[in-house]
């Protein structure tokens, strides 16, 4: 018997291993399938229900020995096994009951796994993450930002206002050519931010660091340029699947639409005053339909796509480097990342709800992002 797994973009692997079946526990260990006792059933493992148990009971009294099994060499012990002895290879064939009763139990099957399971495989996955780092990086400047493409490629913004897709299985690279206006000019200071869309629209920072480009997914081509910012877009998010909001050092937050774009070229939809400094970086709450920005002015508002004016303004307590932010979607709550610090806020009570010191003290927290229950802190 096949265990079920899943496998992540990323590779990860996730195997279920236990299955209870009429007062007895299967598990696979090592790849070899044990029979237990009910009484020596492990905590946590599974009842069947009672039609299942009934069902299961029926198929495990024609269950054969597989001949072939080298600890199990007796075929005639099917009849009369004891507990505790040495079980068969459960059958394979797809419509056996006993199949269907364990394709149940799959991960990715008909019945999701326990809370307090998937809770206790999310806490373990960090450890079987492994380390490779990219090659030919030398001629770039530092990454500031991004995102997957897919399970294999991977883009970059560098300081130096280079765009780069990586593919992490072959370690080919090429940087995508600029996309260039006439107009307003600034310094470089880097792409800060990369958002991909539902509809498989990227928005990240142009050859001018005031302007966004639009380029598609697939082929990573551009398609259109937003201008209206004066200085520095910091964060760019996807409000829905043609509206963006993003964040600049003039202060300003503005909203686009994509699909008003005239021959390649788009305008801002709405602008929102309301910081006295720079915005650093921009969340989207997509449950509750809101968005909030992080300024150096040491607060966090946020918004909705219609009104003027912020919904709510919390002022943070650590104040240092605030550079990055992430919304817990389930809890409509926000992760603000500092220079030692890490602030939940609820936008709802206007305030700083819990805080959580860094691993490594002024190490810079430089990104978050959530995954559940899990937040992700990077320095």
């Known amino acids: 018997l096949s265990p079920p797994s899943y496998a992540s973009p990323q590779g990860i692997a996730v195997t279920l291993s236990v299955w209870s079946c009429k007062g007895r526990v299967i598990m696979r260990r ?17 009842d069947v229900d009672e039609a299942e148990t009934s069902e299961a009971g029926t198929s495990r009294d024609s269950m054969k020995l ?89 883009i970059c913004g560098t300081k130096d206002n280079q765009l780069v897709v990586w593919n992490v299985v072959t370690g080919k690279h090429y940087t995508l050519p600029s996309y260039l206006y006439e107009g307003f000019r600034v310094d470089h200071c880097g792409i800060h931010s990369i958002s991909i869309s539902s509809e498989g629209l990227i928005a990240t920072g142009g050859q001018q660091p005031e302007d966004v480009m639009i380029l598609s997914k697939t082929d990573v081509r551009p398609r259109g340029l937003l201008r209206g910012h004066r200085d520095w877009v910091f964060g760019i998010s996807w409000l829905t699947h043609n509206i963006l909001v993003s964040g600049s050092r003039d202060k300003l937050v503005m909203l686009w639409n994509v699909d008003n774009m005239e021959r390649g070229l788009g305008r801002p939809l709405h602008v929102r005053k309301g910081h006295t400094d720079k915005v650093r970086d921009m969340s989207v709450d997509k449950v509750r339909g809101e968005f909030a920005s992080l300024s150096a002015d040491a607060t966090v508002k946020t918004w909705s796509a219609e009104g003027d004016m912020a919904k709510s303004s919390t002022a943070l307590v650590h104040k240092a480097e605030l550079v990055c932010m ?33 691993v490594e003290e002024k190490c810079g927290i430089r990104s978050l992002s959530f995954y559940g229950h899990i937040l992700t802190v990077g320095g």
Not at 34 to 44: K, N, W
Not at 327 to 335: K, L, S, V, W
């Open 326 to 358: 992430a919304c817990d979607q389930e809890r409509g709550t926000y992760a603000v990342g500092s220079e030692s610090h890490v602030q939940i806020i609820d936008p709802r009570a206007s305030r700083v709800v819990s805080v959580f010191e860094a």
């Open 30 to 46: 090592n790849s070899m399938l044990v029979e237990r006792a009910a009484g020596d059933e492990p905590p946590g493992v599974m």
């Open 66 to 154: 597989d001949e072939g099994d080298a600890s199990c060499q007796d075929a005639q012990l099917a009849a009369n096994r004891r507990p505790g002895a040495c079980d068969s290879t459960l059958p394979r064939t797809p419509g056996s009951r006993i199949h269907s009763f364990l394709s149940s139990r799959e991960v990715v099957g008909r019945r999701p796994p326990k809370a307090h399971f998937a809770r206790s495989i999310c806490s373990r996955l960090p450890h079987l993450l492994k380390e490779k780092e990219l090659s030919n990086l030398e001629k770039y400047d530092k990454i500031f930002a991004s995102a997957w493409l897919d399970a294999e490629r991977v």
